[in-house]
């Protein structure tokens, strides 16, 4: 699951989250060993790879987009630490990226709801992004089309009340042996 390897040479742990809508990964860099060349290059391919980028940054100054050299990383979420545990949010974005929320560049957020704040920032900036792709489609698109496509291959016509019949009609009674039959 997101690419990362069974054998765990890719680390031990991830962060993971679903609901019925939402499923995501997260690759975090510091629970991805890089004690050999192989460990470091397959790091640095999966955090190369991924749209939307979370950084955390202790620094006074701004992070910097170039520190990890990527053609992807459309979005940035940098989240600084500040006094009385809140944290001020810098969101960098390619150009052509459209609005996402719901935290936005220069927001400050209370410790207790930044890191539902922070994923649901991460997840619909992908969203935005996948908006981009031509003839992209949502989930729900998606699982509609086979619905729609399921339906059309099964439907049998009938009317409400032949079908309401059938539903709620009582089931036959079927004659079951005895030790008497035998």
């Known amino acids: 699951m997101g690419g990362l390897q069974k054998n765990k040479s890719t680390g031990l742990t991830t962060p ?5 809508t939402v499923e995501v990964i997260f690759h975090v860099s510091t629970r991805m060993p890089s004690d050999s060349d192989d460990s470091l290059t397959k790091k640095l391919r999966h955090l190369g790879n991924d749209e939307v ?3 955390w940054s202790e620094h006074t100054r701004d992070y910097r987009r170039g520190i990890i050299p ?3 990383g459309d979005v940035l979420i940098v989240i600084y630490p500040m006094k009385n545990h ?3 949010i810098q969101i960098m974005k ?4 459209p609005f996402f929320g719901p935290l936005f560049d220069g927001a400050i ?3 207790k709801v930044l890191p539902i704040m922070v994923r649901a920032t991460a997840i619909n900036a992908s969203r935005a992004l996948k908006s981009l ?3 992209y489609q949502n989930f729900y698109e998606e699982r509609a089309r086979y619905l729609q496509t399921i339906v059309q291959h099964h439907l049998e016509p009938t009317t409400f009340e032949d079908f309401a019949a059938q539903v709620f009609s009582p089931a036959p009674y079927h004659h079951l042996p005895s030790d008497a039959d035998h």
């Not at 993971?16 to 019925?20: E, I, K, L, N």
């Not at 390619?94 to 990226?97: A, D, G, N, Q, W």
């Open 133 to 135: 792709i031509p003839l």
């Open 86 to 88: 809140m944290f001020s």
């Open 16 to 20: 993971y989250f679903a609901t019925s």
């Open 94 to 97: 390619k150009p052509e990226v």
């Open 70 to 72: 990527t053609e992807f």
């Open 53 to 55: 980028h979370i950084v």
């Open 109 to 111: 957020v209370n410790g």
